[in-house]
């Protein structure tokens, strides 16, 4: 080490220092402010920095950066805060020299009155602004803005002791005493920035101490310590083996620090008890030890604070890295380092040596004061000398104080949540199915931990996980233990240890636990290096009085310890620790290690022998073998045979699971859309538009553009024009990198401006950098927390017409404790054993991780997934001799040597054959020789090398390049960098080969994602921190992960990387023992395709032994070295025609099953209509797998083209993945002894909630997985959800399914069907339903009248049959013309019986719509505006007398106040005197004149009530008439419309009372009109007589106009969709209208187009939609009783009354088929209920004989009437049933008495015009209520079949009496007794009595 002398002076620009420092200061009080504000809007910097009044003179001096005064004379009189263990000390600053700056300083670091016995190091607090923690007094200095010129040495500026007088104010006392302090002191600044909010702080704003017990501590001048609540910053509550970090060299200049953009890095505090103040652990050394990358995953943002950084961003080291030592990892000065004295138990683990970052949960550590601990002084050199740089787990007790070379130890609490079981709560331990009395005592918990270690495997290290459930199984079977008494325990951990063969010690010590650590560490120095046989674990146990049992373990294996340290680091902080090894040139004695070869040549020099000796010749490409040499250029010509017949296309296609993950998608969309919470509304959105935000990796945004491009999403929903949306995909897919936000912001501004449009955010592999926003930074080159800015902005959480959509195929991290996705919105990929039905072998299936470790049971030679032992022993023994380098430097210098050695043992040296791994000979053995293969047209292999380190990455692809273009192989096969941050790169002769292959047209096409590397032999190395989720192509052999270590222990890091190579395979090559197993995880997991071995695969079914292979040593690796060899091996006896009829079949299987999106186009990528010429290469890669097709050729020269080698290629089997042995044993766990990959701590952006939780087991399915996790898991402080709102977001959902498995086609189909459906209910069912046909009549008018001329319609006979299909189920009228028509009832009986036809159609601009329409046009007509009230209507009540009912009835309208001008009122303003008509004469093209009506019941939602659109919003007068008890049911949802309110008696009226009601009151009106407008001179004739009635079911109108001639010769007609408004004005403009009674339109058919079009008006039945005369019709009223056919009675009425009744027929009206309210059934049930569930009432119930004991019933009694006679007429009318010939006569009235029986109507009123019944013999007499006009006389007229019946219906009995006998029926009528009825109710409810008799 240098000495302080040499050191390069740091830091002495301070030069612009200021303003950046005080921009910090500003930037971190905003972000502080910001996370204590419940708002979250930052506050703006800008204003606090340049706006705001500054608190102190123009310059700082004097002040701190928070602008406090710190001088003595502003201050001395001011009560200071100072902790227990400071004191106040003035400090002299050069730029105010004649002030002294007071500072709190922690004592231990100043030195006595003899300059002794100061710790080194700082630890100080600010007295003006209260902050705490400064650990280097480079940082201090700059925030007290001590302007120093020279290296800020504290002896120079800590001046003076401060004192208090005796008038209690601060003076100057005593000078410090530096003067003997000799030994070298550091400072520098720590890449801190301010601690965040929530890490409990002990400053000022934060509650001052409140939390902190501080307590006396001595050690040299008994330092105090203070204790913090520990935060949840420090230590969630995870898998603490990622607690700790190495020690990271850096050193930093007070100038050079970067702005942290977010508080997380952790302030380095003082030693204090496991905590820093702020709560985070303090850091070991006060010199040069940063805080490696904090577990959090970030380091802050300064980059440049590590020497790696400042290396990465600037090119060569600065000079001050000179003082590091080249091979020490941590080059620690050996100083004394204090490290906190740690009681895990009851303290804190987290002040963990090597720091550690992750704190458990808040409450789960409480530090405590600790005792004085000893020291132990760490050995120089420990690392080098004993080659192990030791690891203490923490166990229980208390730690020492660590001086001395601390970077050569590290301290983890990777177990010490195991010991905590004493700290569950009651509920987690019922959970758990455990009671208090069952915990462990500490004795147990050593010889637990004993037993466990013991037992590992010399290749396994201790999992957290793994003795959680050892300890969990103790307590459940074993509560309590044995009493194990202090004085047993040191001979019965002995006793445990001994089975342990030496590998594990106990050292059991009586005074502390820091006696036996230094002891260990005594004898590991002193024990000559080579001969040591060191224990793995030395656990220690301090057996002392005092204290109890304490304990700690020891790790000294080599491996172990290595593998410990190295687990700790996250991601980000391992790849950055790789970094700066290569940076500063650490890795320089292994790189010269690997230039020689493994037989100690020069690597290098034979390579450039070997090249010259091939003068320039390169290896034949294809069709050739590895000897045979071609000139370079020559070979750089030629081009892959390509049969045209066999390119290959890509037909994308949507398989059945995932049109069923769609289709739960969006029931899930439904769901959320019903609950009833207003989260979405559905009805409004009428266009569905998406963004695809996907991870920073250019190849998987150009994948998921071609899934979009391929899918034709874009056009399906009608945002990107067929002819364009070929180039627009990119616009939908958005990297989450620097330029997201721009590209967000424009997407947010169309989700404000298009409110009907529903936006889908589609956030895939949202697994990928959860950071949150104020956590993230720039971190190992990448950024981070972009996100949750994206994703979780207040804009996206309150866009109501955005639905965020994540998909993942790791979803744990989304599922915590703190998940913002509900758990009900979670959708999961269904699992294979699910969809199994029956599959033929050639069916595809999806083969996922859970497949890939169950394939280790199938027993075959060479298994798809395994271990390289051999590679694993090289690793092992390099390990060993580089302590100083990290796992996977080594590893990849291994690999490279690997790869390069094999290239050359199968060109230029065999004789290095020996040296290569059988793994990579035959991985690369079949990269260069399979597109030699017969057959493969040059189609070969991909070889995936999976380096995570970018500069390794470029090394390994450097260098694999350098020696395959050496050795002659440059066109055999390529190397590619696989780069998330670059597009790829591909040399021209290899896109030549691959646009051959396509049949590619366009010069300038070159691949842009893995799978359009189809068949491409070649080597890409994957790098980047997280695999992304990029497909590869089915020629995708072999994955290699040997880099993938124990540094990869958590679920979703070691399972995205196995999920590489997980795809779809043939049913066929997966091997029983799969269906034996449990299905795991739903498959949850993947699966992976290759074409790799399937030779070995199938061999035990094609050939029946896979031990009969002959290549040797490769044969066992899996692949075979030979082709041949295999190819003699296959049955020859098939024939061509049979494997013909695999080839077809693989082609249905490529149409039918490919297997789907995610994985497709590469994954089948065989055009099926040419499989049968493609033969070799339906999958040149497939061809691949198994040695090869050229099996058959060989034996079949003749058909090698066409059908021979179908029969294999049409398997597609899984890829090889070869692993290293930590990750193979996870993987494998279920069959090894170790855990399995689902036991581990789900992603590192988690923690465990609990220590002890259930064992997650491997069946269970990914919702209950999802469960588990939601229970077991918390989010850390840095993940996106730490700080979710408590309810999740409604509008959230999350797609989960194994990688690779088809999620991107799933959720584009999801897009196609949500807009279909929103399309749907944008249409409507409306009935289509034919009339019956009526003769055409004799008269006819010109086909092309616009208007009706009345003498033409005078001349019209009217149809009284009423021929609307609604009718079909009631009685047809009798009219002359009926014997020619329908004499078929049986038929129509079938008819009526069938449900009511409708058909679907999609509503114009012109439609009415229901409640649940919104749109900007017309939302003010329909919802009440903001500053409305409902008490913003007015009620007025209307009486009149009606003549009808023979009294007085009293109306109540409702009437909003923009509705008040249809009305007059009197002068008061109160009255309502009537309701405004206009003028016959008016004409005004905007003017509707007649009022409309629309009677409504039970249809405030559904019914089609707004008719803005309809009437073009064109002002109009609308009426809705509903019943008195749905009134503010109306009003709630309609508070615009106009309502009438019938009298209460209506409740539980029929229809015809509102329409009687609707034209009494319209009458009335009319009178009052014309009496108020003849007072101004206007004629009473001339007041606007019509008003319209209209249903609430009405939707669409339409004009049917005759079709060109010129086009059709049948006469048809095109329709066209019009308003109402228009329709109506037609209709009002008819001339001499004021003579018509009624004008309606006709029923909309489907039909009607196709007719040659008839007369185009009509005298007939109008109904549903009417315009009436109420002045013509004064005299006919609607039957007020009636609730069915009142309509086709009323018309009858008018008809025989001498009036015109006029149908428009090229109008067409539309009805919804609405399924709620409107005229429904009544539920018949009895009036009073004993029985609980009584049997169905029949009609025939319905009646019953006077004063009988019947079952009376809860229903009116006219439906009970109307009812019966529908149904049980046959009975009153025997004679009448099926007899058209002779209908039953029905005076005054029309009623329904069933389809069968026909009715004859006359009009009893003098001067009607009745039919000519003369002739006519009648079947029957039905006299309902008749009036006065019905006379005996009339009656007489009348003949009647002998046996006809009759039946009179009266209101009461008297009446029906009355009648009798008024109309003298006894003459020709013969009673009897039982012939009278009444309907089945109780005389309060009026029943209606009935006679019935037989003609004599």
Same mark, same amino acid.
């Given at each position: 080490?240098m000495?302080t002398?040499?050191?390069?002076?740091?830091?002495n620009?301070?030069?612009?220092?200021l303003?950046s420092a005080?921009f910090e200061?500003?930037?971190?009080?905003s972000?502080?402010?910001?996370?204590?504000s419940?708002?979250?809007?930052?506050?703006?910097i800008?204003t606090?920095?340049?706006?705001e009044?500054?608190?102190?003179?123009?310059?700082?001096d004097?002040?701190?950066?928070?602008g406090?005064?710190?001088r003595?004379?502003?201050?001395?009189?001011?009560?200071?805060e100072v902790p227990?263990?400071?004191?106040?000390?003035?400090?002299?600053?050069p730029?105010v020299?004649?002030?002294?700056?007071v500072?709190?300083?922690?004592r231990?670091?100043?030195?006595d009155?003899?300059?002794k016995?100061?710790?080194?190091?700082?630890?100080?607090?600010?007295?003006?602004?209260?902050?705490?923690?400064?650990r280097?007094?480079?940082?201090?200095?700059?925030?007290?803005?001590?302007?120093?010129?020279?290296?800020?040495?504290?002896?120079?500026?800590?001046?003076?002791?401060?004192?208090?007088?005796?008038?209690?104010?601060?003076c100057?006392g005593?000078?410090?005493c530096w003067?003997?302090?000799?030994?070298r002191q550091?400072s520098?600044s720590?890449?801190?920035?301010?601690p965040?909010?929530?890490?409990s702080?002990?400053?000022?704003e934060?509650?001052?101490?409140?939390?902190?017990?501080?307590?006396?501590?001595?050690?040299?001048?008994s330092?105090?310590?203070?204790?913090?609540q520990?935060?949840?910053?420090?230590?969630?509550?995870q898998?603490l083996?990622r607690?700790?970090?190495?020690?990271?060299?850096?050193?930093?200049?007070?100038?050079?620090?970067?702005?942290?953009?977010v508080p997380?890095?952790?302030?380095?505090?003082?030693?204090?008890?496991?905590?820093?103040?702020?709560?985070r652990?303090?850091?070991?050394s006060?010199?040069?030890?940063?805080?490696?990358?904090?577990?959090?995953?970030?380091?802050?943002?300064?980059m440049?604070?590590?020497?790696?950084?400042s290396?990465?961003?600037?090119?060569?080291?600065k000079?001050?890295?000179?003082?590091?030592?080249?091979s020490?990892l941590?080059?620690?000065?050996?100083t004394?380092?204090?490290?906190?004295?740690?009681?895990?138990?009851?303290?804190?683990?987290?002040?963990?040596?090597?720091?550690?970052s992750?704190?458990?949960?808040?409450?789960?550590?409480?530090?405590?004061?600790?005792?004085?601990?000893?020291?132990?002084i760490?050995?120089?050199?420990?690392?080098?000398?004993?080659g192990?740089?030791?690891v203490?787990?923490?166990?229980?007790?208390?730690?020492p104080?660590?001086y001395?070379?601390?970077?050569?130890?590290?301290?983890?609490?990777?177990?010490?949540?195991?010991?905590?079981?004493?700290?569950?709560?009651?509920?987690?331990?019922?959970?758990l199915?455990?009671n208090?009395?069952?915990?462990l005592?500490?004795?147990?918990?050593?010889?637990?931990?004993?037993?466990?270690?013991?037992?590992?495997g010399?290749?396994?290290?201790?999992l957290r996980e793994?003795?959680?459930q050892?300890?969990?199984?103790?307590?459940?079977?074993?509560?309590?233990g044995p009493?194990?008494?202090?004085?047993q325990?040191?001979?019965?951990?002995?006793?445990?240890?001994?089975?342990?063969g030496?590998?594990?010690?106990?050292v059991? *010590?009586h005074?502390?636990l820091g006696?036996?650590?230094?002891?260990s560490?005594r004898?590991?120095?002193e024990?000559?290096?080579?001969q +040591?046989?060191l224990?793995?674990?030395?656990?220690?146990?301090c057996?002392?009085?005092?204290?109890?049992?304490?304990f700690?373990?020891?790790?000294?294996?080599?491996?172990?310890?290595?593998?410990?340290?190295?687990?700790?680091?996250?991601?980000?902080?391992?790849?950055?620790?790789?970094?700066?090894?290569?940076i500063?040139?650490?890795?320089?004695?292994l790189?010269?290690?690997f230039?020689?070869t493994?037989?100690?040549?020069n690597?290098?020099?034979?390579l450039?022998?070997?090249q010259?000796?091939?003068?320039?010749?390169?290896?034949?490409?294809?069709?050739?073998?590895?000897?045979?040499h071609?000139h370079?250029?020559?070979?750089?010509?030629?081009s892959p045979?390509?049969e045209?017949?066999?390119?290959?296309?890509?037909?994308?296609?949507i398989?059945?699971?995932q049109?069923?993950?769609?289709?739960s998608?969006?029931s899930q969309?439904?769901?959320?859309?019903?609950?009833?919470?207003h989260?979405?509304?559905?009805g409004?959105?009428?266009k569905?538009?998406?963004?695809v935000?996907?991870?920073p990796?250019?190849?998987?945004v150009?994948?998921t553009?071609q899934?979009?491009?391929?899918?034709?999403?874009l056009?399906?929903?009608?945002?990107?024009?067929a002819?364009s949306?070929?180039?627009?995909p990119?616009?939908?897919?958005v990297?989450?990198d620097g330029?997201?936000?721009?590209?967000?912001?424009?997407?947010?501004?169309?989700?404000?401006?298009n409110?009907?449009?529903l936006?889908v955010?589609?956030?895939d592999?949202?697994?990928?950098?959860?950071?949150?926003?104020? %956590?993230?930074?720039?971190?190992?080159?990448?950024?981070?927390g972009?996100?949750?800015?994206?994703?979780?902005c207040?804009?996206v959480?309150?866009?109501?017409?955005?639905?965020?959509?994540?998909?993942?195929?790791f979803?744990?991290?989304?599922?915590?404790?703190?998940?913002?996705?509900?758990?009900?919105n979670?959708?999961?990929?269904?699992?294979?054993?699910?969809?199994?039905?029956?599959?033929?072998?050639?069916d595809?299936?999806?083969?996922?991780?859970r497949d890939?470790?169950?394939?280790?049971?199938?027993?075959?030679?060479?298994?798809i /997934?395994?271990?390289?032992?051999?590679f694993?022993?090289?690793?092992?023994?390099l390990?060993?001799?580089h302590p100083?380098l990290h796992?996977?430097?080594?590893?990849?210098?291994?690999?490279?040597?690997?790869?390069?050695?094999?290239?050359?043992?199968?060109?230029? %040296?065999?004789?290095?054959?020996?040296?290569?791994?059988?793994?990579t000979?035959?991985?690369?053995?079949d990269?260069i020789?399979?597109p030699s293969r017969?057959?493969?047209?040059?189609?070969?292999?991909?070889?995936l090398?999976?380096i995570?380190?970018l +500069?390794?990455?470029?090394?390994a692809?450097?260098?694999?390049?350098?020696?395959?273009?050496?050795?002659?192989?440059?066109?055999?096969?390529?190397?590619?960098l696989?780069?998330?941050a670059?597009?790829?790169?591909?040399?021209?002769?290899?896109?030549?080969?691959?646009?051959a292959?396509?049949?590619?047209e366009?010069?300038?096409?070159?691949p842009?994602t893995?799978?359009?590397?189809e068949?491409?032999?070649?080597?890409?190395i994957?790098?980047?921190?997280?695999?992304l989720?990029?497909?590869?192509?089915?020629?995708?052999?072999?994955?290699?992960?040997?880099?993938?270590?124990?540094?990869?222990?958590?679920?979703t890091?070691?399972?995205?990387?196995v999920?590489l190579?997980?795809?779809?395979?043939?049913m066929?090559?997966?091997?029983?023992?799969?269906?034996?197993?449990?299905?795991?995880?739903?498959d949850g997991?993947?699966a992976?395709t290759?074409?790799?071995?399937g030779d070995?695969?199938?061999?035990?079914?094609s050939?029946?032994?896979?031990?009969?292979?002959?290549?040797?040593?490769?044969?066992?690796?899996?692949?075979s070295?030979?082709?041949v060899?295999?190819?003699?091996?296959?049955?020859?006896?098939s024939?061509?025609?049979h494997e013909?009829?695999?080839?077809s079949?693989?082609?249905?299987? *490529?149409?039918d099953?490919?297997?789907?999106?995610?994985?497709?186009?590469?994954?089948?990528?065989?055009n099926?209509s040419?499989?049968?010429k493609?033969?070799?290469?339906?999958?040149?890669?497939?061809?691949?797998?198994s040695?090869?097709p050229?099996?058959?050729?060989?034996?079949?020269?003749?058909?090698?083209?066409?059908?021979?080698?179908?029969?294999?290629p049409?398997? &597609?089997?899984?890829?090889?993945?070869?692993?290293s042995?930590?990750?193979?044993? /996870?993987?494998?766990?279920?069959?090894?002894?170790q855990?399995s990959?689902?036991?581990?701590?789900?992603h590192?952006?988690m923690?465990?909630?609990?220590?002890?939780?259930?064992l997650?087991?491997?069946?269970?399915?990914?919702?209950?997985?999802?469960?588990?996790?939601?229970?077991?898991?918390?989010?850390?402080?840095?993940?996106?959800?730490?700080?979710a709102?408590?309810v999740?977001?409604p509008r959230?959902l999350?797609l989960?399914g194994?990688?690779?498995?088809?999620?991107?086609?799933?959720y584009?189909?999801?897009?196609r069907?949500?807009f279909?459906m929103?399309?749907?209910?944008?249409?409507?069912d409306?009935?289509?339903?034919?009339?019956?046909?009526?003769?055409?009549?004799e008269v006819?008018?010109?086909?092309?009248?616009?208007?009706?001329?009345?003498?033409?319609?005078?001349?019209?006979?009217?149809?009284p049959?009423?021929r609307?299909?609604?009718?079909?189920?009631?009685?047809?009228?009798?009219?002359?013309?009926?014997?020619?028509?329908?004499?078929?009832?049986?038929q129509?009986?079938?008819?009526t019986?069938?449900?009511?036809?409708?058909?679907?159609i999609?509503?114009?601009?012109?439609?009415a719509?229901?409640?649940?329409?919104?749109?900007?046009?017309?939302?003010?007509?329909?919802?009440?505006?903001?500053a409305?009230?409902?008490s913003?209507?007015?009620?007025?009540?209307?009486?009149?007398?009606?003549?009808?009912?023979?009294?007085?009835?009293?109306?109540?309208?409702?009437?909003?106040k923009?509705?008040?001008?249809?009305?007059?009122?009197?002068?008061?303003?109160?009255?309502?005197?009537?309701?405004?008509?206009?003028?016959v004469?008016?004409?005004?093209?905007?003017?509707?004149k007649?009022?409309?009506?629309?009677?409504?019941?039970?249809?405030?939602e559904?019914?089609?009530?707004?008719?803005?659109?309809?009437?073009?919003?064109a002002t109009?007068?609308?009426i /809705?008439?509903?019943k008195q008890?749905?009134?503010p049911?109306?009003?709630?949802?309609w508070?615009?419309?106009?309502?009438? &309110?019938?009298?209460?008696?209506?409740n539980?009226?029929?229809?015809?009372a509102?329409r009687f009601?609707?034209?009494e009151l319209s009458?009335?009106?009319?009178?009052?009109e014309?009496n108020?407008?003849?007072e101004?001179?206007?004629?009473?004739?001339?007041?606007?007589?019509?008003?319209?009635?209209?249903?609430d079911?009405?939707?669409?109108w339409?004009?049917h106009?005759?079709?060109d001639?010129?086009?059709?010769?049948?006469?048809?007609s095109?329709?066209?969709?019009v308003s109402?408004?228009?329709?109506?004005?037609h209709?009002?403009t008819?001339?001499?209208?004021s003579?018509?009674?009624?004008?309606?339109?006709?029923?909309w058919?489907?039909?009607?187009?196709?007719?040659?079009?008839?007369?185009?008006f009509?005298r007939?039945?109008?109904?549903?939609?009417?315009?009436?005369?109420?002045?013509?019709?004064q005299?006919?009223?609607?039957?007020?009783?009636r609730?069915s056919c009142?309509?086709?009675?009323?018309?009858l009425?008018v008809?025989?009354?001498g009036l015109?009744?006029?149908?428009?027929?090229?109008? %067409?009206l539309?009805?919804?088929?609405? *399924?709620?309210?409107?005229?429904?059934?009544?539920m018949?049930?009895?009036?009073?209920?004993e029985?609980?569930?009584?049997?169905?009432?029949?009609?025939?119930?319905?009646?019953?004989?006077?004063?009988s004991?019947? *079952?009376?019933?809860?229903?009116?009694?006219?439906?009970?009437?109307?009812r019966?006679?529908?149904?049980?007429s046959?009975?009153?009318?025997?004679?009448?049933?099926q007899?058209r010939?002779?209908?039953?006569?029905?005076i005054d009235?029309y009623?329904?008495i069933?389809?069968?029986?026909?009715?004859?109507?006359?009009?009893?009123?003098?001067h009607?015009i009745?039919?000519?019944y003369?002739?006519?013999v009648?079947?029957?007499?039905?006299?309902?209520?008749?009036?006065?006009?019905?006379? %005996?006389?009339?009656?007489?007229?009348?003949?009647?079949?002998?046996?006809?019946?009759?039946?009179?219906i009266?209101q009461d009995?008297?009446?029906?009496?009355?009648t009798?006998?008024?109309?003298?029926?006894?003459?020709?009528?013969q009673?009897?007794?039982?012939?009278?009825f009444?309907?089945?109710?109780?005389?309060?409810?009026r029943?209606?009595?009935?006679?019935?008799g037989r003609?004599?």
């Open positions: 080490m000495d002398a040499d050191r390069p002076i740091m830091g620009s301070y030069a612009g220092q303003k005080r200061e500003a930037l971190h009080n972000i502080e402010a910001s996370l204590r419940s708002s979250g809007d930052p506050q703006p800008f606090q920095l340049y706006l009044p500054e608190p102190y003179p123009g310059n700082m004097g002040f701190c950066q928070a406090k005064d710190l003595l004379v502003s201050i001395a009189t001011e009560p200071i227990a263990g400071f004191e106040l000390v003035g400090a002299k600053s730029s020299p004649e002030h002294i700056l500072c709190a300083v922690d231990r670091f100043l030195p009155e003899n300059g016995n100061a710790l080194l190091g700082f630890s100080g607090n600010c007295v003006g602004c209260g902050e705490k923690g400064f280097y007094f480079t940082e201090f200095s700059n925030h007290i803005n001590l302007k120093l010129s020279t290296q800020p040495k504290k002896q120079k500026h800590l001046k003076y002791h401060l004192v208090k007088n005796s008038q209690g104010a601060l100057k005593p000078l410090i003067k003997d302090c000799k030994t550091f520098s720590a890449s801190t920035s301010k965040s909010s929530s890490s702080l002990s400053s000022k934060n509650g001052g101490t409140s939390g902190h017990s501080s307590s006396p501590f001595s050690l040299s001048d330092p105090p310590t203070r204790t913090t520990v935060s949840s910053v420090f230590f969630g509550s898998d083996g607690d700790c970090s190495f020690l990271k060299p850096l050193a930093s200049t007070p100038g050079n620090k970067t702005l942290p953009i997380t890095a952790l302030r380095v505090n003082g030693p204090t008890n496991g905590l820093g103040v702020d709560g652990p303090p850091l070991l006060p010199s040069q030890v940063s805080l490696g990358p904090q577990s959090q995953g970030y380091r802050t943002a300064d440049g604070d590590s020497p790696v950084s290396a990465m961003n600037s090119g060569p080291p000079k001050r890295h000179r003082s590091w030592h080249p020490s941590v080059p620690v000065p050996p004394a380092v204090p490290v906190p004295a740690i009681r895990p138990i009851v303290g804190s683990p987290g002040s963990v040596l090597g720091v550690s992750q704190p458990p949960v808040a409450g789960v550590i409480q530090p405590q004061p600790v005792t004085a601990g000893e020291t132990v760490i050995p120089d050199n420990l690392l080098s000398s004993s192990v740089r030791p203490i787990l923490i166990g229980h007790g208390t730690l104080y660590f001395g070379n601390v970077g050569d130890i590290v301290v983890s609490p990777l177990l010490v949540s195991c010991y905590k079981s004493n700290q569950l709560t009651e509920k987690t331990l019922e959970t199915g455990l208090s009395s069952q915990l005592t500490v004795e147990t918990m050593i010889l637990l931990t004993l037993q466990y270690l013991a037992r590992l010399s290749e396994q290290i201790p793994e003795l959680e050892i300890v969990l199984k103790a307590m459940l079977c074993c509560p309590g009493a194990i008494s202090p004085s325990l040191p001979w019965l951990a002995r006793l445990e240890a001994s089975v342990s030496g590998s594990v010690q106990v059991v *010590t005074n502390s006696e036996g650590i230094s002891e560490l004898s590991l120095c024990s000559p290096h080579h +040591q046989c224990p793995t674990y030395v656990v220690i146990v057996a002392s009085k005092m204290s109890g049992n304490e700690c373990v020891l790790v000294l294996g080599k491996y172990q310890a290595r593998a410990l340290a190295e687990g700790m680091l996250t991601t980000n902080e391992f790849l950055k620790e790789i970094s700066y090894e290569l500063t040139g650490k890795v320089s004695i790189a010269s290690h230039k020689t493994s037989l100690g040549d690597l290098d020099k034979q450039v022998r070997y010259r000796r091939r003068k320039g010749q390169v290896i034949q490409p294809f069709q050739g073998d590895v000897t045979d071609i370079s250029q020559e070979a750089a010509s030629m045979p390509s045209r017949a066999e390119l290959l296309s890509k037909v994308f296609q398989y059945p699971t049109l069923s993950v769609a289709r998608l969006l969309v439904c769901s959320i859309a019903d609950s009833g919470t989260n979405l509304d559905l409004r959105f009428c569905v538009d998406f963004l935000l996907v991870p990796s250019h190849i998987l150009h994948q553009a899934r979009i491009r391929q899918s034709g999403v056009v399906d929903l009608g945002i990107e024009e002819s949306a070929h180039q627009k990119d616009k939908y897919v990297r989450l330029d997201v936000h721009a590209k967000m912001e424009a997407f947010m501004r169309k989700v404000k401006q409110p009907y449009t936006f955010l589609i956030h592999n949202s697994h990928v950098d959860l950071t949150s926003a104020l %956590s993230g930074s720039v971190c190992h080159g990448e950024l981070q972009l996100a949750d800015r994206v994703v979780n207040q804009e959480l309150n866009a109501m017409n955005l639905l965020v959509l994540q998909v993942s195929c979803p744990y991290t989304l599922q915590t404790h703190q998940s913002r996705i509900s758990i009900h979670e959708v999961h990929w269904p699992s294979n054993e699910s969809l199994q039905g029956e599959q033929s072998p050639n595809l299936v999806y083969f996922g991780l890939y470790s169950s394939s280790l049971q199938w027993g075959v030679v060479s298994p /997934l395994r271990c390289d032992d051999a694993e022993k090289m690793v092992h023994a390990l060993e001799r100083h796992s996977m430097v080594i590893r990849t210098y291994l690999l490279i040597q690997q790869y390069t050695e094999a290239m050359m043992a199968l060109t230029s %040296s065999p004789s290095l054959r020996d040296h290569i791994t059988p793994e000979l035959a991985m690369v053995e990269l020789n399979a017969e057959g493969s047209q040059g189609r070969g292999h991909m070889l090398v999976r995570p380190s +500069q390794l990455a470029m090394l692809r450097e260098r694999l390049e350098d020696v395959r273009d050496k050795l002659g192989l440059q066109l055999c096969f390529a190397v590619l696989g780069s998330p670059s597009e790829l790169n591909l040399p021209r002769n290899f896109t030549n080969r691959l646009r292959w396509r049949g590619c366009h010069e300038d096409w070159v842009h893995y799978e359009d590397l068949g491409l032999p070649c080597i890409v994957l790098t980047g921190k997280d695999p989720g990029e497909t590869f192509p089915r020629s995708l052999k072999y994955s290699d992960l040997r880099l993938i270590d124990s540094s990869y222990l958590t679920r890091a070691l399972e995205q990387e999920g190579a997980c795809t779809y395979v043939s066929g090559v997966v091997q029983e023992p799969k269906k034996a197993m449990a299905p795991r995880e739903s997991e993947k992976t290759s074409l790799n071995d070995e695969l199938e061999r035990p079914q050939n029946g032994s896979a031990a009969t292979r002959t290549s040797g040593s490769l044969a066992e690796n899996g692949v070295s030979s082709d060899a295999d190819s003699f091996q296959k049955p020859s006896t024939t061509c025609s013909g009829a695999v080839t079949d693989m082609g249905t299987v *490529t149409q099953f490919k297997q789907e999106c995610d994985s497709l186009g590469s994954q089948l990528s065989s099926p040419k499989a049968s493609a033969s070799s290469s339906l999958y040149s890669s497939s061809s691949s797998s040695p090869s050229s099996s058959s050729s060989t034996q079949r020269p003749s058909q090698s083209t066409q059908c021979g080698r179908e029969q294999r049409a398997l &597609v089997s899984p890829r090889t993945v070869i692993m042995r930590p990750a193979y044993n /996870l993987l494998a766990g279920e069959t090894g002894s855990l990959s689902f036991s581990l701590l789900p590192a952006d923690a465990w909630s609990s220590p002890l939780r259930p997650i087991t491997h069946n269970l399915q990914r919702a209950e997985q999802s469960l588990y996790y939601r229970q077991w898991t918390i989010a850390r402080q840095h993940h996106a959800d730490h700080e709102p408590p999740p977001h959230r999350l989960s194994p990688p690779q498995v088809g999620k991107t086609g799933a584009l189909q999801f897009l069907i949500l279909r929103l399309i749907k209910l944008l249409e409507v409306v009935y289509d339903e034919e009339e019956e046909e009526e003769e055409t009549s006819t008018t010109p086909v092309n009248t616009q208007w009706p001329d009345i003498e033409d319609i005078r001349k019209l006979p009217f149809d049959y009423p609307d299909s609604k009718f079909r189920k009631a009685s047809p009228v009798y009219s002359d013309k009926m014997l020619k028509c329908l004499n078929d009832f049986k129509e009986e079938i008819q019986a069938a449900k009511r036809e409708t058909k679907s999609r509503l114009s601009r012109f439609a719509h229901n409640a649940f329409h919104h749109c900007e046009q017309c939302h003010h007509y329909c919802e009440a505006g903001p409305t009230q409902l913003d209507c007015t009620f007025h009540a209307f009486t009149f007398c009606s003549s009808m009912l023979g009294e007085e009835v009293q109306l109540q309208f409702v009437i909003p923009a509705k008040e001008q249809h009305f007059v009122f009197s002068q008061q303003g109160s009255h309502l005197e009537s309701m405004r008509l206009p003028l004469s008016t004409k005004d093209p905007d003017l509707l007649s009022p409309i009506f629309t009677p409504t019941t039970g249809r405030q559904h019914g089609l009530l707004n008719i803005f659109h309809a009437m073009e919003g109009h007068l609308h /809705l008439v509903v008890f749905e009134m049911l109306y009003r709630k949802y508070p615009n419309h106009i309502l009438l &309110v019938l009298p209460a008696m209506f539980n009226a029929g229809v015809g509102a009601m609707i034209k009458y009335h009106n009319l009178e009052l014309r108020r407008l003849e101004q001179g206007v004629k009473r004739q001339a007041v606007w007589p019509f008003i319209v009635m209209m249903d079911s009405c939707v669409l339409n004009v106009q005759p079709a001639s010129s086009e059709t010769c049948d006469g048809s095109t329709l066209t969709n109402l408004k228009m329709v109506l004005q209709m009002e008819t001339p001499k209208i003579l018509y009674a009624m004008c309606g339109t006709r029923k058919s489907s039909s009607l187009a196709r007719k040659p079009q008839s007369n185009p009509s007939c039945h109008l109904h549903d939609f009417v315009m009436l005369n109420v002045d013509l019709t005299n006919v009223q609607y039957d007020l009783n609730y009142e309509e086709v009675d009323f018309n009425r008809n025989s009354s015109l009744l006029c149908r428009f027929n090229y109008f %067409s539309m009805k919804k088929h609405i *399924t709620v309210g409107g005229n429904k059934e009544f018949v049930k009895p009036k009073l209920m029985i609980e569930n009584p049997a169905p009432i029949s009609p025939f119930q319905y009646v019953c004989a006077p004063d004991e019947q *079952t009376l019933l809860d229903a009116p009694a006219q439906f009970l009437l109307e019966f006679l529908q149904s049980c046959h009975r009153l009318f025997p004679k009448a049933v007899n010939n002779n209908p039953v006569l029905s009235s009623l329904n069933s389809p069968e029986i026909s009715v004859c109507y006359i009009n009893s009123r003098p009607s009745n039919l000519n003369q002739g006519l009648f079947s029957g007499l039905l006299l309902y209520l008749c009036d006065s006009f019905v006379v %005996s006389g009339l009656l007489k007229k009348f003949r009647f079949l002998k046996g006809a019946t009759l039946c009179v009266c009995r008297s009446s029906l009496r009355q009798i006998v008024r109309l003298e029926l006894e003459d020709e009528w009673f009897r007794l039982r012939d009278e009444q309907t089945a109710n109780c005389s309060e409810d029943p209606l009595y009935f006679l019935t003609h004599v």
